[in-house]
């Protein structure tokens, strides 16, 4: 069965740089969500999609923007990196009418 | 926001032994998943749980909604289970939300 795809999986950024996280949700899921998991941290909620619109924000920066786009990908834009940004960022997507959530691999950010 | 709470934080079991993780949640749920988040930092889903009872394999969940815990149990645990186990939660009243619990560490020594 298809899963939640999110590219790339690895990426090593320097301070003040730009990075951008995609993620692929599975097919006929129209809600996307991120998270943000810090070493030694349980994820928390960054923001969420439903049918392209945002749907809730959590404690996301300023500095963080997402949209979700018409073939219901998600890409999460990250400018100004801190060093506090290193970390892993999941997203996940479900189907309006079930609750399970299902969870893409993550990508791991260094910022250096 | 939902307060969720798992019980115990840390737990080191010798391979072939049982164990009983807790998670208690503040408010009424439509959603809980019990999580194990491998040494690579994936996080595999173990169950969708919002009540009753499920197994799989050496695996099994309950939840019990009206009283606001889930219990995940291991058996004949190995040393494969280690890792973190998570309880997330979606609250009723915003299905938007996820609430991650800050998570039990698991080590099962040979």
């Known amino acids: 069965a298809a899963g939640v795809i999110q590219s790339p999986r690895h990426l090593i950024k320097e301070k003040r740089e730009t990075a951008t996280l995609k993620c692929y949700p599975i097919?006929?899921?129209?809600?996307v969500y991120w998270y943000q998991q810090g070493p030694g941290q349980d994820p928390q909620f960054l923001i969420s999609?439903?049918?392209?619109?945002?749907?809730d924000k959590g404690s996301i920066p300023d500095r963080f923007s997402a949209q979700q786009f018409s073939d219901y990908h998600s890409e999460l834009n990250m400018s100004s990196l801190e060093l506090g940004d290193s970390a892993l960022y999941f997203c996940?997507?479900?189907?309006?009418?079930?609750?399970?959530?299902?969870f893409g691999p993550g990508t791991r950010l260094t910022v250096t | 926001g939902i307060q969720v709470e798992q019980s115990p934080p840390d737990l080191i079991l010798q391979e072939g032994a049982n164990s009983t993780l807790r998670c208690n949640f503040s408010?009424?749920?439509?959603?809980l998943q019990w999580f194990h988040q491998n040494p690579w930092g994936q996080l595999i889903n173990l169950f969708y749980?919002?009540?009753g009872t499920k197994q799989n394999g050496r695996l099994s969940a309950t939840t019990v909604a009206t009283e606001r815990y889930s219990l995940l149990y291991i058996s004949s645990s190995q040393t494969t289970d280690s890792g973190v186990y998570f309880c997330?939660?979606?609250?009723?009243?915003?299905?938007?939300?996820?609430?991650f619990g800050s998570g039990t560490k698991l080590n099962v020594k040979p």
């Open positions: 996940a997507s479900r189907l309006t009418g079930l609750s399970e959530q299902y």
């Open positions: 097919p006929r899921h129209d809600t």
């Open positions: 999609f439903y049918e392209k619109m945002q749907s």
């Open positions: 408010d009424s749920v439509n959603n």
């Open positions: 749980i919002p009540s």
């Open positions: 997330a939660v979606g609250p009723t009243y915003n299905f938007n939300k996820f609430y």
